[in-house]
């Protein structure tokens, strides 16, 4: 039972272009959210997080939406560089949860220079 | 380098030895977190530790794992009798508990074990 997904496997975008990864979950429970981002060889690292009150929040170049009714967020990266080239997973958590997070398995997304 | 180190970085072993991995978190992070990943998939929570204490295991960390947080510092995962579905990335992480981001992790290298 998979409680966050992410339907897109990959993603490929033109260097300067909108990169939208996309994430739906399926329990009410979750109150934040965080995109995390891996590189090869590496352990994924925090990019960006949402709180269940918000419906946005923005960081630089990256922007995470938030749509509870529809129980699903996306993260914009506008523009895209080559070096945002990686893995990134989509979580979830919640206080009843003890903050442990519960992930996606994950989009790569190439940005071709 | 004051991040979280994993060791070894990568483990072979045959089917039937035990093996462990040790994880060092941050030193001011009173919570460790220790997920597997498999291919094409994001991590999954195994247990976690707020100082000594485990408060809690997944129902994916059978009798054959234990893990240990002795003082609070480092951490070990222990598999016993390894069988080839163990083969994996374990990733070990820590977070300060109280006072930083929901979720917000910090996340080593992992370590990789390939049961042959």
């Known amino acids: 039972d998979q409680q966050v997904k992410q339907n897109s496997p990959s993603l490929s975008v033109q260097e300067g272009r909108i990169s939208i990864l996309n994430c739906d979950y399926t329990?009410?429970?979750?109150?934040?959210f965080l995109w995390y981002k891996k590189y090869p060889a590496e352990g994924p690292t925090f990019l960006i997080s949402?709180?269940?009150?918000?419906d946005k929040n923005e960081d630089g170049r990256f922007t995470v939406f938030l749509n509870k009714s529809a129980k699903h967020l996306s993260l914009h990266i506008v523009p895209s560089q080559p070096g945002d080239s990686a893995v990134y997973f989509c979580?979830?958590?919640?206080?009843?949860?003890?903050?442990?997070?519960?992930f996606g398995a994950g989009t790569i997304l190439r940005v071709k220079s | 380098d004051t991040g979280v180190s994993q060791d070894p970085r990568h483990k072979i072993t045959k089917r039937g030895q035990n093996v462990t991995f040790r994880c060092d978190p941050i030193?001011?992070?009173?919570?460790l977190y220790w997920y597997r990943q498999t291919l094409g998939q994001g991590p999954e929570f195994l247990t976690y530790?707020?100082?000594?204490?485990?408060?809690?295991k997944s129902r994916l960390l059978s009798d054959r794992f234990s893990a240990e947080r002795p003082k609070g510092s480092f951490s070990t995962l222990e598999i016993q009798r390894t069988e080839q579905g163990d083969s994996a990335m374990y990733l070990c992480?820590?977070?300060?508990?109280?006072?930083?981001?929901?979720?917000?992790?910090?996340f080593g290298e992992g370590s990789r074990l390939t049961v042959l």
């Open positions: 949402i709180s269940s009150i918000k």
């Open positions: 992480a820590s977070s300060r508990g109280s006072g930083g981001l929901p979720g917000e992790l910090f």
């Open positions: 530790f707020q100082n000594e204490a485990q408060l809690e």
């Open positions: 030193s001011e992070h009173n919570r």
């Open positions: 979580a979830a958590t919640s206080m009843e949860y003890g903050n442990k997070l519960v």
């Open positions: 329990n009410s429970m979750f109150d934040y």
